[in-house]
């Protein structure tokens, strides 16, 4: 049972645009979520997070949307470099719990000069 | 600190062959995690400790893997009489037990079982 979904295994988008990553999950009992961002070689890196009391969270280029109703978040890169692209996981927690996290499948992003 | 370090990176190993891993944490996180991420899936969790007690194993960590974290530092996992459907990069985090930015993770040790 795979409860949280990237339902796009790749993407790509020519530098300077907007990257949207998507990510639906079906468990309404979790409540705060992550982005990860791996390179090749790499483990995961924590890129943002967002808590369910939220719809929006941004840092920079980078800007989380939750749509709660929807289970459904998504991920937008402005502008989008070269060095964005990687493998982008979501990952979604209940954090009355274990604060242990669920991966989605990933979605490679590949933006192109 | 130099982050959570894994080792080996990368095990070759013959079916039936026990393999051991390696994991150190971050000194102050009192959460280690350890997930398996096979191709084209994302990390997939199979078991986690608070300091030295292992509080929660997956249902894919068969009788055949067991982990442990002695004195709640290090880690190890191993994998008795590997088979060839163990073949994954088996991951590391560590976190404070409280953490909004997550995990930190390691790079991973890639197994290979032949």
């Known amino acids: 049972d795979q409860q949280v979904k990237q339902n796009s295994p790749s993407l790509s988008v020519q530098e300077g645009r907007i990257s949207i990553l998507n990510c639906d999950y079906t468990?309404?009992?979790?409540?705060?979520f992550l982005w990860y961002k791996k390179y090749p070689a790499e483990g995961p890196t924590f890129l943002i997070s967002?808590?369910?009391?939220?719809d929006k969270n941004e840092d920079g280029r980078f800007t989380v949307f939750l749509n709660k109703s929807a289970k459904h978040l998504s991920l937008h890169i402005v502008p989008s470099q070269p060095g964005d692209s990687a493998v982008y996981f979501c990952?979604?927690?209940?954090?009355?719990?274990?604060?242990?996290?669920?991966f989605g499948t990933g979605t490679r992003l590949k933006v192109l000069a | 600190d130099t982050g959570v370090s894994q080792n080996p990176r990368h095990k070759i190993t013959k079916r039936g062959q026990n393999v051991t891993f390696r994991c150190d944490p971050i000194?102050?996180?009192?959460?280690l995690y350890w997930y398996r991420q096979t191709l084209g899936q994302g990390p997939e969790f199979l078991t986690y400790?608070?300091?030295?007690?292992?509080?929660?194993k997956s249902r894919l960590l068969s009788d055949r893997f067991s982990a442990e974290r002695p004195k709640g530092s290090f880690s190890t996992l191993e994998i008795q009489r590997t088979e060839q459907g163990d073949s994954a990069m088996y991951l590391c985090?560590?976190?404070?037990?409280?953490?909004?930015?997550?995990?930190?993770f390691g790079s991973g040790t890639r197994l290979t079982v032949v």
């Open positions: 985090a560590s976190s404070l037990e409280v953490s909004p930015t997550g995990y930190t």
């Open positions: 000194s102050e996180h009192n959460r």
């Open positions: 468990n309404s009992m979790f409540d705060y």
């Open positions: 967002i808590s369910s009391i939220k």
């Open positions: 400790f608070q300091n030295e007690a292992q509080l929660e």
């Open positions: 990952a979604a927690s209940a954090t009355s719990g274990t604060y242990k996290y669920i």
